[in-house]
């Protein structure tokens, strides 16, 4: 293994001192929220009760990125609390009947996608946890094995847009339920099906017998495949990260395969649902659009574009092949082609308030905006893209073209008076922008600024949480989504080189992994904090900085992205002549002359010494792997990176 000493200080960067800081208050912030909203099972305090078939993602995302926290350098404690909350989590669901096997019954992968977030990291958190491992291939088998219902091998199709455990459900309940008006939270989506005889418009719902129509048509409309189900494919792609099981490539390759294969005959778009008998549009009389989550309603792009990468990346990672990403490039490039540039404020977008509470006064001024949707009347829904899609396409293939289209995406925003707006969603994610220009080199202080707004966020989250006397029988579901004071955009930005992960569905992959020598675990080891600079497909620039006067540490990098993850050489910079600490006379340490030396890897990972106060630049060259077959398998995917 290679080793690489540091070189001294004079001064402690600001961003380092900002980034353990960030552990230490995360560290304090988890603690109460376990304390106040967790029962010694690990559930959380509220009667699990549910009307329907939806919820179950709700009572899993507050902990989605506990696991993500422990893989960049958070406590031993926080994984074990993960994973308690997991489990307490999963019986408490299992009690109120919404699992079986502890699995989701059967529901929308919008939403499965979101509530596996948290297993998929715990099972990257913890490679050697058999328990976890065992439920990840047993999970994938629920849509790689036929014999549990949901796959149709013979059409290529999941059966039914709400699947799992339970295999194929009939419909969206288990009772036909109106779709009325007064679901007034609805209304800003429009109609979920256009073409319901008697229903033009959303005030049509106001009569019971128009309610009724639309009720009993969306169950019938619920049937088949439909394209947001390619998030499926993030499940045994977990499973295939465990154990590079050939038969979980396979499954991911032919059912990629096969929505790229009816994108193709729509004029290359991917077109949302399938009938049962495999034809596209079946139950929409033909037409490409109009499924459930698909480009219609509710939300278009943030449900379709998702599931198209997730499923281009799981197809992608199995084979080495970017050309199974093509299908969600074509997603993004059509609505490209019919933007326009207006305000945000001016735009009835349906998610407007996401958009307005990122761009602050900035959203009164012109952006481009692409449309979200597409329905009876062609395009409409106008906003910004979400970032993140076009994002982790590039990030994922450093593809010019894709770098292209991701400065066109980021160039179309507008700017605002603060480019670290500090703000927070669900998925903790949003500031993919300035990110992005701190990697061009157009923000240098990004770094600093971005770990104090992350500051900022855990303190607000704790303030929260400390004001609250509600009773848990009594508060929304996604209260405790909402006070979660973990953060892990910014530390996964920096420390990890990559964008957050997918919300809907994405598997937790970084550019560059660290471990503690001295304790044997994943993670920065106490004191270091880590800034990459630059990712590139076949490099990454790093720097790491040991904060403390008095311990030295040991931290061992390796590179991490799934598509070159294979070290060839390293680049650091060593000091020669260097006098440090030097005499107590001296004023100053004397410094040495700065000189970059290359080393060759004979490993797949560089053991880097920091005394205290020590830092050390290194630039990984990296290479795809080696591999000549989907079926080639891993020599030990059980160790510890």
């Not at 049509?204 to 495949?225: H, S, V, W």
């Not at 390759?253 to 949302?272: I, K, M, Q, T």
């Not at 278009?300 to 997730?310: D, F, Q, Y």
């Not at 006397?469 to 080189?497: K, M, Y």
Request: proline share 8%; with cysteine.
């Amino acid at each position: 293994m290679l080793t690489i000493t540091g070189i001294p200080l004079d001064a402690i960067p600001a961003w380092a001192v900002l980034q353990r800081r960030l552990f230490h208050d995360i560290e304090e912030a988890w603690r109460l929220f376990e304390s106040r909203y967790t029962g010694p099972d690990g559930g959380i305090l509220f009667p699990a009760e549910f009307t329907d078939r939806d919820g179950v993602d709700d009572v899993y995302e507050p902990f989605f990125n506990w696991p993500a926290f422990y893989l960049l350098g958070g406590s031993d404690e926080v994984l074990a609390a993960a994973k308690r909350q997991w489990e307490g989590v999963t019986a408490q669901l299992t009690a109120a009947g919404m699992l079986t096997g502890e699995y989701e019954n059967g529901y929308d992968w919008f939403h499965q996608g979101e509530s596996l977030l948290f297993f998929y990291g715990l099972c990257a958190a913890d490679p050697g946890d058999e328990a976890f491992a065992a439920r990840a291939r047993r999970f994938a088998e629920l849509y790689t094995d036929p014999a549990h219902g949901n796959y149709d091998a013979e059409r290529n199709i999941i059966r039914a847009p709400h699947n799992g455990a339970l295999g194929p459900r009939p419909g969206l309940n288990d009772t036909v339920e109106p779709y009325s008006a007064s679901l007034s939270e609805m209304e800003r989506y429009g109609l979920p099906l256009e073409y319901v005889p008697g229903v033009a418009r959303w005030s049509d719902l106001a009569e019971p017998k128009a309610a009724r129509a639309m009720g009993e048509a969306m169950q019938r409309a619920a049937a088949g495949d439909v394209v947001v189900n390619l998030a499926a494919t993030g499940l045994v792609a977990n499973r295939w990260l465990r154990d590079r099981d050939p038969a979980a490539a396979a499954w991911i390759v032919r059912y990629v395969d096969g929505w790229s294969e009816r994108a193709r005959a729509n004029g290359g778009l991917v077109p949302d649902s399938v009938a049962p008998d495999g034809t596209v549009g079946g139950l929409h009389d033909g037409r490409w659009f109009g499924g459930h989550y698909g480009w219609t309603w509710p939300h278009g792009l943030p449900s379709v574009g998702m599931a198209t990468v997730v499923g281009g990346l799981s197809a992608a990672l199995v084979t080495g092949d970017d050309r199974h990403l093509d299908t969600a490039r074509r997603v993004l490039d059509t609505v490209l082609e019919q933007a326009v540039v207006a305000s945000v404020a001016e735009t009835p977008y349906s998610l407007r308030g996401s958009w307005l509470a990122r761009l602050g006064d900035a959203a009164d001024a012109p952006a481009l905006l692409v449309p979200h949707r597409y329905g009876r009347d062609g395009w409409f829904d106008y906003a910004p893209m979400p970032l993140e899609l076009p994002t982790w396409l590039w990030w994922w293939t450093h593809d010019p073209a894709d770098r292209a289209r991701l400065d066109r995406v980021r160039e179309g925003l507008p700017v605002t008076p603060d480019p670290v707006m500090a703000f927070r969603d669900k998925a903790e994610a949003g500031h993919e922008a300035p990110w992005l220009d701190f990697l061009a080199g157009r923000l240098p202080d990004y770094p600093e600024r971005a770990l104090s707004m992350a500051l900022g966020q855990v303190a607000r989250r704790v303030a929260l949480i400390l004001a609250d006397d509600s009773d848990p029988a009594t508060v929304h579901l996604h209260f405790w989504q909402r006070v979660n004071p973990v953060v892990t955009e910014v530390l996964t930005q920096l420390a990890g080189g990559a964008p957050q992960v997918l919300y809907n569905g994405g598997l937790p992959f970084t550019a560059v992994a660290y471990a503690d020598a001295d304790r044997d675990r994943p993670g920065l080891p106490p004191d270091v904090a880590a800034l990459v600079t630059a990712v590139e497909r076949d490099r990454v620039d790093l720097e790491l900085v040991n904060v403390s006067p008095t311990q030295p540490r040991r931290v061992v990098v390796r590179p991490a992205h799934p598509a070159s993850p294979r070290l060839v050489a390293v680049d650091a910079v060593v000091e020669d002549g260097l006098d440090f600490p030097g005499p107590s006379t001296a004023y100053a340490a004397r410094r040495g002359t700065a000189r970059p030396v290359r080393l060759e890897a004979d490993s797949d990972r560089v053991t880097v010494l920091l005394p205290p106060a020590h830092r050390a630049e290194l630039t990984l060259h990296t290479a795809p792997a080696a591999r000549t077959a989907i079926t080639d398998r891993a020599e030990n995917t059980k160790e510890r990176p």
